[in-house]
């Protein structure tokens, strides 16, 4: 016991990509990449592959930086080595595979690390719960689950399927999001920049008009010098209020809440919100329970998982009642958030005790009414930016050309 507890103290050793050139058994001429501690290690381990080292060098790390570990990466690991186990092959073995052929650097340290730990007796949902910013506490306790149930290689495939489905309603959520928010920035852009620097010109030429400028041409223009002068004070401004309501976000609970509710009352944004948090709420549930985690213990989980602050809070108070002895059904009645359908679904799966594939089946209708919100939004977005475009851009245009419309009018009234 003593022994491992010095292990766990220990540093991790930092390890390096090394190439190298040698000869194999046949003579021929190789060479390739290797991830290791030292050039001795590298050299050991190139040998027991049969191979006579020539040449190795310590990879430059100056323009291969680590990339960080997102939520796809852990989706892919967990098809892989859920296919792996499948396949008859030994965890230890499948987590020395999968490590060593990623192609992030960053994920390579982590799964070797989690690898390490498993060679020196941990079990494996203890070795994954030492990286708590990777695998949260609901891939823990359904890996707990399969270990402990002697189902490891069905409980990895149902948090692979798991991962892949949530990660796919989130892409899909970002992706009908980029695009409008990518258009409004080079709006805000062009726009500045005529500001800055285009309409000065302009207004060069009305001074020798020695004419009023018509109102529109005058607010414009108005808008024009402040932002010349303060255009600075501006940049300040936005970005100290990024960063102040980022800080703030992050630290109160009831802003995040505050932010979703005005989130949730946004036309087709807010029924998309709505309906994928029930899709998380229904998938997690639902792979939890059928992986033998008590619905008690599940709903703990499933609160951190709803994407929601509004869901996540209703599901801790579903989870207090369901203790209590109430049915899950009559505590999400209390909450006011769940649509009739899915209460009467989870009402159905409690009578005939088949509540995972119940909420299976909820979490693939909302993930299809998903798909299609996001499809019906993208179509919506693309002719309203372009108004919203031609209404700003047109705006400047005009406001520019009026006083020339007018002192044309005058030209001609003398004439």
């Known amino acids: 016991m003593a022994a491992k507890t010095a292990a766990a103290a220990a ?49 430059s790390q100056l323009f291969s930086r680590k990339k960080r570990i997102v939520p796809k990466d852990i989706a892919y690991f967990a098809r892989q080595l859920a296919t792996m186990m499948q396949a008859g092959v030994p965890l230890v073995q499948a987590f020395d595979i999968i490590g060593r052929g990623h192609d992030n650097p960053a994920m390579q340290d982590l799964l070797l690390a989690v690898k390490n730990d498993l060679e020196g007796g941990t079990a494996l949902a203890e070795a994954l719960k030492k990286h708590p910013l990777y695998f949260d506490d609901l891939f823990c306790n359904l890996v707990r689950a399969g270990e402990q149930a002697g189902v490891l290689e069905t409980v990895l495939d149902k948090i692979a399927t798991y991962k892949e489905r949530t990660e796919s309603i989130k892409g899909r959520i970002k992706k009908a999001m980029f695009y409008p928010a990518a258009v409004i920035v080079v709006a805000v852009l062009v726009t500045s920049i005529i500001m800055i620097f285009v309409i000065p010109q302009f207004q060069e030429l009305f001074s020798s008009f020695g004419t009023d400028l018509p109102a529109f041409t005058q607010l414009v223009v108005a808008m024009s ?17 990024v960063a ?171 004439k």
């Open 244 to 414: 102040a309501f980022g800080a703030a976000y992050k630290r109160s609970a009831r802003l995040r809440e505050l932010t979703e509710r005005a989130l949730f009352k946004i036309p087709v944004i807010g029924v998309i919100l709505h309906k994928a948090a029930i899709a998380r709420f229904a998938r997690t549930t639902s792979t939890m329970f059928a992986a033998g985690v008590p619905l008690v213990e599940a709903l703990q989980s499933v609160a951190g998982a709803t994407g929601s602050v509004m869901y996540g809070n209703a599901v801790l108070k579903i989870r207090e009642l369901v203790a209590t002895g109430q049915s899950m059904q009559l505590a999400m009645k209390q909450q006011a958030l769940f649509p009739h359908m899915v209460i009467q679904m989870v009402a159905i799966g409690e009578e005939s005790g088949s509540l995972d594939a119940m909420l299976a089946k909820v979490a693939e209708f909302y993930e299809e009414e998903v798909d299609n919100l996001v499809d019906a939004l993208s179509s919506l977005i693309e002719p309203l930016i372009m108004v919203v475009l031609g209404v700003l851009i047109g705006g400047l245009v005009i406001a520019m050309y009026l006083p020339i419309f007018q002192l044309g009018s005058v030209v001609l009234g003398k």
């Open 11 to 59: 540093p991790a050793i930092e390890s390096h990509i090394w190439t190298w050139e040698g000869v194999d058994r046949r003579g021929a001429r190789v060479k390739g990449e290797s991830r290791s501690p030292n050039e001795a290690q590298v050299r050991a381990e190139l040998r027991r592959m049969g191979i006579n080292p020539v040449k190795i060098a310590k990879k």
């Open 225 to 241: 010098n402040f932002m010349q002068k303060w255009w600075w004070a501006l940049l300040i401004g936005i970005a100290g209020f």
